[in-house]
């Protein structure tokens, strides 16, 4: 990503620095550089995620860099940015390897908050593998719990009063997700995962969008709308590692590629993207040729451009937004929006799909309506759609979509933990239910924001969904929301979570939940064999609706194949396949058990 310096600065900003605020952001880079970077960093992409920064900071805005790990350290101080600031910042790559044992989070958030506080919006952007693991005397477990719960009870609370959001990226699957989606919905934040180049550029951009939003025009089937009105466009377009350079056609029909185009565009081009700047550009339908992957845009500098305020970061299930918008004329004497004026907001999946839409209303000057609650959970995109029959805006920005009240096991697995995530939420007005197995379980609240289910003794080789409902009374309107399903023992080889094909699911269906002793010798085979037979028994009630929806000529297919002798010999290979995988599973069931009752291992939790 060496190349990225000069790129992603053409693209993000081409110009000069246009803060909503009147101070610029101060953006404060926190890297993790506790030992286990070096095994779960091995693409060096803590490099990356520095030349990133370097590349989108704006001149005139702010920014530092600090490392933690047993200790904290600020290399590079929150500064004014020039070209002289990122020739120092890029200097600073070994300390990113300059690995430490411990992982102080609370200790290296508390003083990059806190240093040398700037006029404009501090925003910490958080790089980690890992969990909260500090150094000290006592039980090691007490003193990360506490050192977690202050930095979630106290310091992210404080943080956020002072207007600091905290920006969260994990480099791995393994980190405290609960703790740093926490401290980032906490502090209006961003959180995402980044394991790979493409995804640690992806969670930048979304970051830096949130940071400097910019107007953006829809890339649609490689092509993509340029009014009379842009003064210039920039084109970020993904594509894979060994893919050729796209070719940029102008709405004349003249090709620009990367070896033959105009003085005046600059290109730059890189093994996975493409960046192309196009000042004055003809107005009119511009397409490329060429492979286009997701998150590709095309950002536009015009005096027309939307006037959105600041978009939610987190939006709840359950719970409808409020959307406001406009449109900014620098040339007209008002704000008044132009003849056909059209605004809609659409939620949609990282891949540019359409999960809700809903028109705004004219109100004045401005444009209001509100997006239906969320049905998922996970990263999405929250965008502002303006047009008319001349032109087109849009402004996109990342948002996490979070259940209103989250769950997870706690107390080693005997008891579930809820939590109200939603600020409105609280025991007051909020009554939950839980339903195992098809029984009711008793949900008592612990504090103002916190309820806890006691669980039943359950099969460890059975994996069952806890099915969770909130019911809530706010502004004298009750509505139900249907939380995500805790799944329970999720690596147990058995599961409710549906028939399987591959295996037949006898313990659950039967309702046990005990593995039985073995068999006798002789009776082995005949007990599989009437186990299985009563779960092919239950089979037809369980794929009955799919079948009825397939089409006309499957059904006439498995008629015709049902009559040919080799469907009975696939019919008794399946069976065999079916029961030599059932004992395959109680083998393996009764060798863990053997082996954890002789031995207690240990994971260090230090490099």
Known sequence: MRGLIAAALTLLLCGTLQAAESAPPDVRLLFDVSGSMKRNDP???????????????????????????SRVANPLPSATVDENWRQRALALKPALSDYQQYTDIEQAVRETANAAPADGKRHLILLTDGMIDIPGSGGERVRNEASRRRLMEQLAPTLADESVVIHTIAFSSGVDSSLLEGLSRETDGLNAVAEDPEALL??????????????????????????????????????????????????????????????????????????????????????????????????????LALRVPQLPTTLYQGFATPIEAGLSQSDAASDAPPPGLEMRAELRDIDGRVRQSVALERDGDSFRGVLAPPREVGNARLAVVAENDRFVRERRQAVNVLAPISAELDGGGGNVKLHAEHPRLNSDNTQIAATLQGESLSVRA????????????????????????????LDGETRTIELPPLILNPQADTGLRGASLDRPEVEVLEGGGQEEEPAKSGSSLDALGNELGQWLGSLPSRVESLWEKAPASLHQAARETRQHPLWWLLAALLVLLLLWRRRRSAQRRRHRSRRQRHHVEREEPHV
């Open 43 to 69: 693409n060096r992409l803590s490099d990356s995620a520095l030349e990133l920064m370097v590349t989108l900071l704006p001149a005139g805005a702010r920014g530092g860099l600090w490392t933690f790990g």
């Open 446 to 473: 612990q504090d103002d924001k916190t309820w806890r289910i006691a669980l039943p003794e359950v099969d460890e080789s059975v994996s069952l969904p806890l099915a969770l409902t909130a019911t809530v009374t």
């Open 202 to 303: 992806r969670a930048f951009l979304d970051v830096f969008d949130r940071i400097f939003p910019r107007d953006q025009v829809p890339l649609d089937a490689q092509s993509f709308p340029i009014d009379e009105r842009v003064d210039a466009f920039s084109a970020l377009l993904f594509h894979g590692p060994d893919s050729p350079a796209p070719v940029l056609i102008g709405p004349d029909g003249k090709r620009h590629t990367l070896e033959e185009h105009s003085p005046a565009i600059r290109w730059q081009h890189q093994p996975r993207f493409d960046i192309i700047h196009v000042p004055r550009p003809q107005a009119g339908q511009w397409r490329i040729e060429g492979d286009v992957g997701p998150d590709s845009r095309v950002s536009v500098e015009s005096d």
